[in-house]
């Protein structure tokens, strides 16, 4: 099976065997992100509300069978395991999401594990998407990026407070200048920031 990896920190891309590709419609990149962090099979009535909230059930669905139908030709028809009832996205050893290894990162305790995490945070969860027309995508799109963004600042707290500890001065000048960028306004970090060039000399 092809490798497919989603990335959403960040504007969304899609990548099928490391290549790029296009998704031309706006609610299958949704529908396929709103999958990949779900990590769980949904009914098609929900998702079908979810994103033509303003369509009757029939005028739904066909929309969502449409959306599918995209998706399937851009990452493969392997990928979407759907029925008549229910999709999931297909877990497989190929498939790889950065908001959910990202946060799977951001559990461990060890410092290289924490720069791997903060490494994949390329930027706020789906920046610069939206979808006008589905307010309660636009809900939950809004909710990841608030979650992501503050586990990315609590991240960069624990990872600089294990630099310092370890006395390493080089990154953890590298990982306050990102947590002062990211927050400006916590002291924290620009305490840490100005300790570690201070020890640099």
Not at 73 to 94: K, M, P
Not at 108 to 118: D, G, P, R, V
Request: glycine letters at 6%; charged letters at 20%; a negative charge.
């Amino acid at each position: 099976m092809a490798t497919l990896r989603i990335q959403l920190l960040g504007a969304p891309q899609i990548y099928v065997n490391g290549d790029g590709v296009a998704i031309e419609r706006r609610k299958s990149v949704a529908i396929l992100a709103y999958l990949a962090v779900s990590g769980r099979v949904l009914s098609r009535d929900s998702l079908a509300a979810l994103f033509w909230p303003d369509s009757d059930q029939a005028h739904a669905r066909m929309g969502l069978r449409r959306a599918l139908s995209s998706l399937n030709q851009s990452i493969g028809h392997d990928r979407i395991d759907a029925n008549q009832d229910t999709i999931a996205l297909v877990e497989s050893a190929g498939l790889s999401v950065d908001v959910v290894e990202f946060r799977k990162l951001c559990t461990q305790s060890n410092t290289a594990t924490l720069e791997q995490a903060i490494s994949l945070y390329a930027g706020d969860f789906m920046a610069g998407f939206s979808l006008t027309d589905c307010p309660d995508f636009d809900l939950w799109q809004s909710q990841q990026s608030e979650e992501v963004r503050v586990l990315h600042l609590r991240t960069l707290h624990r990872l600089a407070s294990l630099q310092q500890a370890a006395g390493d001065q080089a990154r953890l000048v590298e990982t306050a200048r990102r947590w002062a960028e990211h927050d400006p306004l916590d002291e924290r970090a620009h305490a840490h920031l100005i300790s570690a060039l201070a020890a640099l000399g």
